[in-house]
């Protein structure tokens, strides 16, 4: 009898390491294929023009050269980029947290008419492309005389009509609805109007929204360069912007001059770049890692 059991203990130890190992294989490959590109990113970016030109190196250079960062820093005028993007993701990101809590808010509180239809406009406009408005959107501003001005993106984002706007009212609703009426009830019933109510009862019951909104707001208008430079111009200096012009000014000069080898020869320039442009974000991440899986978890959402 003991026997038996000790053999069907083994074969069920035997089975859960065997789809642990598959688990972690999977995870592993899954990993490789994310940390693939970056590696290389990184890698590249720190060789010499020897060890690019090189076809037996790959990952290891023989010697690591930190004057592509040097040189890039002074292509891209980092100092004045890096504050331009973040002064401007900062502020639209708050102003569009804002007014989405605000509809959010009145959504799941009030009896809107038409709520339900409201609810599927909203829906549409986030399927929609947002290339399909952007002529639209440039003849509006242009007839306000605001186009070159970063004033074309911060005035949407205040009043509800920026990047995704449509998917952090949803989001904010949500977070509402599952806020008791009752907590509203016992506030107006102590005198609080409904300014003070959505301020001291609502929204602090929805920060995982508010800062999930935050950091995904922040990140899109970090990233975003084709209504940026449609609608502020090219002139304005933010750091992706900012890269596009650096990799389209090396990439004409290079070929030019060198043929083929060019593309070869500037890729670590290219991708010493890449990099300072993104490093931002990812300490943006990781000083919100914690935040940001809170606001996934009571938001319901996985993805964009």
Do not use: H
Request: aromatic share 14%.
């Amino acid at each position: 009898m003991f026997g038996k059991k000790f053999k069907a203990k083994a074969q069920a130890e035997g089975k859960n390491i065997v789809l642990n190992a598959v688990i972690y294989f999977l995870l592993i490959c899954i990993g490789f294929v994310y940390l693939y590109p970056f590696l290389y990113m990184i890698v590249t970016s720190l060789m010499t023009t020897e060890d690019l030109i090189n076809p037996t190196i790959m990952w290891v250079p023989t010697k690591l050269d930190l004057s592509n960062f040097e040189m890039v820093w002074g292509v891209l005028d980092y100092p004045t980029s890096l504050l331009t993007s973040i002064i401007f993701s900062v502020i639209c990101a708050l102003l569009q947290t804002i007014c989405c809590a605000l509809m959010g808010y009145a959504l799941a509180r009030f009896n809107v008419p038409f709520k339900k239809l409201w609810v599927v406009l909203l829906i549409l406009t986030f399927i929609i492309p947002a290339d399909v408005v952007m002529i639209p959107r440039y003849i509006l501003f242009n007839s306000f005389k605001m186009i070159g001005s970063p004033l074309a993106m911060i005035i949407p984002a205040a009043l509800g009509q920026g990047l995704k706007s449509s998917i952090f009212v949803l989001i904010f609703m949500q977070a509402f609805s599952a806020v008791p009426k009752s907590f509203d009830e016992a506030a107006q019933l102590d005198g609080a109007g409904r300014i003070r109510v959505f301020f001291k009862i609502a929204l602090p019951m929805a920060v995982p929204s508010i800062v999930l909104c935050i950091i995904f707001s922040l990140v899109w208008y970090w990233n975003e360069t084709a209504q940026t430079a449609m609608l502020v111009g090219s002139d304005f200096q933010t750091l992706p912007l900012q890269l596009q012009s650096f990799d389209a000014l090396f990439g004409a000069s290079f070929s030019t001059s060198f043929g083929d080898a060019s593309n070869r020869l500037n890729e670590r320039y290219q991708f010493a770049a890449t990099l300072l442009t993104i490093v931002p974000l990812m300490l943006f991440y990781l000083v919100m890692q914690k935040q940001f899986v809170k606001g996934i978890e009571s938001a319901g959402i996985t993805g964009e």
